[in-house]
């Protein structure tokens, strides 16, 4: 499974929540805790001050985190770079071999939070490598059961081999919901896949908008896994257009994130 697994860390209060999820899901992996400061507006005159006072927070953050991990017997290094977070992260990514990468998705701390704000949008886009994308109510399940979203599109393929191999690994309950068209070929593709892993999962078909089934099922599951690909014409064309990479249905089902989604990037 996943052996090299990158925590992008920030100042949100549930950060602790987020690590000690992931690590119980993979707790002999290798993890980067990476944080990065970015001045944006504070760029200017007071840099150095500002730029003094947001290491210092930071810093306080990925210590506390390192005692808590300390603590778990996990494997881990601590990173804090300073710069502009997307290029940052996803270099730094690159760079150590990482294969997933775990973000918090919230933005902004008002009442109505946005759950894909602008910096996890654009690492959607530009991922090369899995994402777990992860938001309130993360509760650690022993074996935790998997909704398996599918359009049956080529690039479903790799993340309906991730779902089997996780329910293999968690032992965990496997749900394959199979939208739009082809159903039928869908499910036969799954079936080989799934018996190729030595897991078996149940089927389901798309009865209403593909949103609100997606909804539905994450009810009485733990974790989804999807793809970041699509069968629209459009995403050929997103290296050239890279918010052509965010499928309309997994804008909106990040965005409303009923359940911890792990998002595989073709």
């Known amino acids: 499974m996943f052996k090299k697994i990158m925590i992008m860390v920030d100042n949100s209060p549930i950060m602790e929540n987020v690590v000690q999820y992931v690590t119980s899901l993979f707790p002999d992996a290798f993890y980067y805790l990476y944080g990065v400061v970015n001045l944006g507006a504070f760029s200017g005159y007071y840099s150095k001050i500002v730029s003094q006072q947001m290491k210092e927070i930071s810093s306080e953050t990925l210590r506390n985190l390192s005692l808590m991990l300390e603590s778990k017997a996990i494997k881990f290094n601590l990173f804090l770079d300073e710069g502009e977070p997307v290029s940052s992260s996803l270099s730094f990514a690159r760079k150590n071999s990482v294969d997933m990468f775990v973000l918090e998705t919230h933005a902004g701390l008002s009442v109505n939070k946005i759950k894909l704000g602008k910096t996890t949008a654009l690492i959607i886009e530009h991922s090369h490598v899995?994402?777990?994308?992860?938001?309130?109510?993360?509760?650690?399940?022993?074996?935790?059961?998997?909704?398996?979203?599918?359009?049956?599109?080529?690039?479903?393929?790799?993340a309906t081999y991730i779902a089997g191999e996780l329910a293999k690994f968690w032992e965990g309950n496997l749900i394959t919901l199979i939208l739009r068209e082809n159903k039928e070929e869908t499910k036969k593709s799954a079936i080989q896949i799934y018996n190729s892993i030595g897991i078996e999962s149940e089927f389901y078909l798309q009865e209403e908008g593909e949103v609100p089934s997606i909804i539905n099922f994450a009810k009485t599951n733990d974790v989804i896994v999807g793809s970041r690909g699509s069968p629209r014409p459009t995403y050929k064309f997103r290296f050239l257009v890279h918010s052509f990479a965010i499928d309309p249905t997994v804008r909106l089902a990040v965005s409303l994130l009923p359940k911890p989604l792990l998002l595989a990037c073709d």
């Open 130 to 158: 899995p994402l777990f994308l992860l938001s309130e109510d993360l509760v650690p399940v022993k074996h935790p059961g998997i909704l398996h979203p599918t359009t049956g599109s080529k690039y479903s393929e790799k």
